[in-house]
Structure formats: structure tokens, C-alpha cells
């Protein structure tokens, strides 16, 4: 979602930049003689080795996983995203040259349960409830070993709950891109947890704003939230969905991952270090990127 956002964001920025894209399936690839495509695997040393050849700064998106699905089976799933990661900087530490490197951590799943605190900030200690958020916090302490041994600066990016695509019906991520696809094929919500659970929501052209400003190297190794450090609860999101569609959101109470995962009650970040450090801010209301999202999927 963030990629196909990003990309062509990139290239509008600079006119002067060439952007190689690591992609799985050949479908993918989008004619440009700014882009150069390699089909491949990050589970692959070789596949590596190709894509980080010459290149100045990585933007690292790729996930397959999620906070639900991370906690089916543990071992395959640590294989096809935790390595993936570290083939990646395994690549970029035997190509013995200084690198750049962005990072899309997350911000709901590396801090964990804090019901004391109103708006988690980066300094609060990260206690992950799920295998997605341990493996995205195991990334960030590989780059911060990355940096004290000289051959990378990073910055880590602990992005919200992103919207503004619509999303596959069956996905049990993205609340709002799934429920706005479901909604438009008359089809119910499905509902895990409550309907109070309370999340940050952020834009995702706001996303890749903060990605576009993180690309600038610098010293060391920077964690910021990005974020719209506002908290809107399930009903909230389903109400707004409601209005902008004309029409109530049917919803179905599901039980799945039940017992397999836990959803803390209220989850929203204090964004202030993005935009003392960048310069960033969110510039999309939470109801103007809903109604947004609805309009473009009417159209499609």
C-alpha cells in the first residue's frame, strides 16, 4: 500500500532521481525509464546482492505478515519476515559502503500496553504483544548495531495505523481500507475486540510525506512516531464510514484470533519528535481521507 503511494511521490519530488524497486511478481513493474525493477525474493543472498548494488539510500517496506496472522506458527513466520529483513542489511554490511536506510517500523505494535500513558512517545519502553511487533523491534535494534559499527545511518519510522487504499474484503489488517471495501459490496464489518478499541489513524499520503523527509541522510540512528496523535475509536470509524456512504454499516461480531492475540484498549502516539525533526505534519483530517477513500472506490 505504502510502495504504490511512495514511487510515484518519489519521482514527481526529484526529476534527477533513479529508483530500483526489489518486486516478487513481474505484474508489479510499471513501465519508467527512472525505475528499474528486479523480480526477486529478500529471502535470497543473491537477490540482495543485486538490489542493494550502488544503491545510496533503501526505503525498507516489504511485510507479509500482521499483528493477527504473526501468531499462527512461529517459527515460518519469523522465516519469511525477520530474515527477510536481515538478508537485506546483510547485503548492504558486506557491500562495505555507507548506506542510508528507512525503515517503516510500527507504532501500534512495538509499545504494547501502557494504560497509564495518554500518548506513547518513543521513549516509552516498547513491550510488544505479538510476533509482528517483536520482529519490526528486532529490525530496529539491527540497525541501531548497523550504525554503531559505521555502515549505515537509519531512520526508523513507527507509523500509526495507515489508510487511505481500499483493501482486499478478506484482510484482517486496515481496518479502515477493509471496511470501506467491504461496505461498498454490501457486505458486514467484521468487528475483532470492541467496538471502543481506540487507534491512531494517519493518512497515507501523509505517510509518505514522512518518508519523503526521512530520505535526507544524517548521523546515527533516529526513532520517530508518524502519526495523527489523535485517537478515534471502532464505532467512530464505522459512524464516519456510515455518513459518508449515506448509508448504516452493517457489522459482524467475529471471533477470530480470539484467544491468539491481544488489542490493547487505546493505542495513539505523540508525533512531536516527526515534526520538530522533519519539519512534518499531517495535513489529512480523519473524515476528508474517509470520504476520500469512498469516493475513489466508487469510482474504480
Known sequence: MIGARLLP???????????????????LRKPSDRVEYLVGDLLSEADCDDFVTGLDVVVHLAQSNSPVSSNRHWPSDLSGNLLLSVHL???????????HFVYASSGGAIY????????????LPCRPLSPYGIQKLAVEHYLRLAVAQGWLTARVLRISNAYGSLLP?????????????????KLPVDLFGSAETIRDYIHIDDVTTAILLGLAGHDGCSVMNISSGEGHSVRQILDILGEVSGR?????????????????????????????ALGWNPSVPLRGGIQRLWIESIEE
Open 89 to 99: 542489511l546483510e547485503a548492504l554490511r558486506q557491500r562495505r559502503k555507507p548506506c
Open 169 to 185: 474484503a478478506e484482510r484482517r489488517q486496515g481496518l479502515i481500507g477493509v471496511a470501506v471495501g467491504r461496505h461498498l459490496a
Open 9 to 27: 511521490a518519489l519521482l514527481a519530488a526529484d526529476d534527477t532521481v533513479r529508483v530500483r524497486c526489489l518486486v516478487r511478481h513481474p505484474q
Open 248 to 276: 448504516e454499516v452493517d457489522v459482524h461480531q467475529s471471533e477470530f484470533g480470539e484467544q491468539q492475540f491481544a488489542l490493547t484498549p487505546r493505542t495513539v502516539l505523540d508525533n512531536s519528535r516527526a515534526r520538530k
Open 112 to 123: 504494547g500496553n501502557h494504560p497509564d500513558v495518554v500518548n506513547y512517545d518513543e521513549d
